[in-house]
């Protein structure tokens, strides 16, 4: 089984249903074509973030599954750069430029926050404030979305 986990919205193509949109930052298992599980190639489970109630929905008439790689069908960069700037600026920081908001890209989304808060790894508050700040720029980008 492939464990993904992803932070741009994806959507799934149905049956009945056209597409339907599954919210950013949503856990997806996937059996990938040619696997010898017993599950069928259809089935996908989606799980709900940490943030949120955990619950499990299986899909049995997916056709295809529609991932959305930045910029491909969203320009989901400047959803993540405008969610960014509305956390900094609900806790008194200046907005960040696109060039600040790319070089802190190559860090995971709390981390990126803490850094972008002036706070560096060996703070004692690093990791408890970067996960306040990445619940809440979670819930921002899924409402930009």
Not at 44 to 51: D, K, P, R
Not at 135 to 144: K, N, P, Q, T
Request: glycine share 6%; proline share 3%.
């Amino acid at each position: 089984l492939m464990q993904l986990r992803h932070i741009l919205p994806f959507l799934l193509v149905t049956g009945a249903t056209a597409f339907t949109t599954i919210p950013a930052a949503t856990s997806c298992t996937m059996i990938p074509h040619g696997s010898t599980s017993t599950r069928t190639r259809t089935e996908i489970s989606l799980s709900a973030t940490e943030t949120e109630t955990t619950s499990t929905q299986s899909f049995q008439n997916v056709k295809a599954v529609i991932f959305d790689i930045d910029g491909t069908l969203a320009d989901s960069w400047k959803l993540g750069y405008d969610a960014t700037n509305v956390v900094l600026q609900n806790h008194g920081k200046s907005d960040i430029t696109v060039a600040e908001y790319h070089e802190g890209c190559r860090y995971a989304t709390p981390e990126r926050l803490a850094r972008h808060v002036g706070l560096m790894p060996d703070a004692d508050d690093f990791e408890t404030v970067g996960e306040q700040l990445g619940a809440e720029f979670d819930e921002y980008y899924v409402a930009l979305a």
